[in-house]
């Protein structure tokens, strides 16, 4: 068989992920809820890989990131947990998941505004749209970098300059890209990331995260055990404590250690180049063929600023 469902989730994992995985769930005990070896084994690869995302997207402190369990959850705590209220206005695209559309449409019920960002016939979308669809009550604009649909890429540099120049917070749905096409939260002004672990990233199904910029104050409304302060009948309110609460995957977080350093020691520029020849390959094989048809553009990758993150 021809495995063909990549954008679902990526499969074969580097062989390093179910060994790492086994390794955990045979000898990690709970992290940051003991003094023990075990428990310190597993606070260790908890640091580690948070420290090796950090690396991956920029991100100024580790502690920014916080574990989730996929894209879903990272979306519906950083849409749901801005605090947006009747009159505000949201800017995304006709691109996004439903894992975008459906907080927006829950936050639509209580009167906030959504405006959509249409694209042209082949999936791009219209970035002088962007700007003059910006009114005195937009506050977000979020945005899929890689739409699972097409495969189109957004151009994320350009709306993370707009987002920046209006002050308006700005959301990346990375979820199909992370770990294939570069993304610096910094230089791409980007305040929110939500990514899953077991696509691009190549790590195992259950563990995802959320990066959120010290500018942005998220409302987090799972509480419970966090490992410190215990005392304290508020959960800790600093990151990334505030969006933790309860025992993390950490079985799953080992995989996803194991797949980062697979992308790190093999260069995210020669997956991509691989990946963009087997598309191409796949592309020119089929485009021709009577009865089917193309939807995207294949080219979508060359009119974004890739160089430039
Ligand atoms: C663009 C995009 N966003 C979000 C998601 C949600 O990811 P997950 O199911 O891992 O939460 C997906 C999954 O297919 C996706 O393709």
Redesign the pocket.
């Known amino acids: 068989m021809i495995y063909f469902d990549n954008?679902?989730t990526t499969l074969p994992k580097p062989k390093a992920v179910g060994e790492a995985m086994v390794e955990a769930l045979n000898s990690f005990g709970n992290p940051s809820r003991g003094g023990h070896e075990y428990s310190l084994r597993s606070s260790r690869v908890l640091y580690e890989t948070r420290e090796l995302l950090a690396k991956l997207i920029g991100a100024e402190d580790p502690l920014n990131i916080a574990f989730t369990?996929?894209?879903?959850?990272s979306?519906n705590m950083a849409i749901l947990g801005l605090g947006l209220k009747e009159g505000d206005e949201i800017i995304t695209t006709t691109l996004?998941?439903n894992?975008?559309l459906r907080p927006i449409y829950k936050l639509k019920k209580n009167g906030v505004k959504v405006k959509f960002i249409g694209s042209d016939r082949v999936g791009n979308i219209d970035y002088d749209e962007l700007e003059t669809s910006i009114s005195k009550n937009t506050k977000v604009i979020i945005t899929?970098h890689?739409?699972?649909l097409t495969g189109n890429l957004v151009d994320i540099d350009i709306i993370g300059k707009v987002a920046h120049k209006n002050n308006l917070i700005f959301i990346v749905?990375a979820?199909?890209s992370l770990g294939v096409f570069p993304v610096d939260v910094v230089k791409n002004n980007i305040d929110i990331l939500?990514f899953?672990g077991?696509?691009g990233l190549m790590g195992p199904?259950g563990v995802?995260g959320i990066y959120v910029s010290p500018k942005v104050d998220l409302n987090s409304y799972i509480v419970g055990g966090s490992g410190s302060h215990s005392f304290s009948e508020k959960h800790p309110q600093t990151m990334p404590d505030k969006l933790e609460a309860g025992t993390p995957n950490i079985h799953g977080i080992a995989g996803l250690n194991a797949s980062l350093k697979y992308i790190f020691n093999t260069g995210m520029d020669t997956i991509r180049e691989k990946e963009l020849s087997l598309a191409k390959a796949f592309y020119e094989g089929i485009k021709d063929l009577p009865k089917i048809k193309i939807y995207g553009d294949f080219n979508s990758f060359s009119l974004c600023s890739i160089d430039a993150q």
Do not use: I, R
Not at 69 to 73: R, V
């Open positions: 954008a679902a369990g996929n894209s879903t959850m979306l996004e998941h894992s975008v899929t890689a739409s699972n749905d979820s199909q939500c899953t077991h696509k199904t995802g």
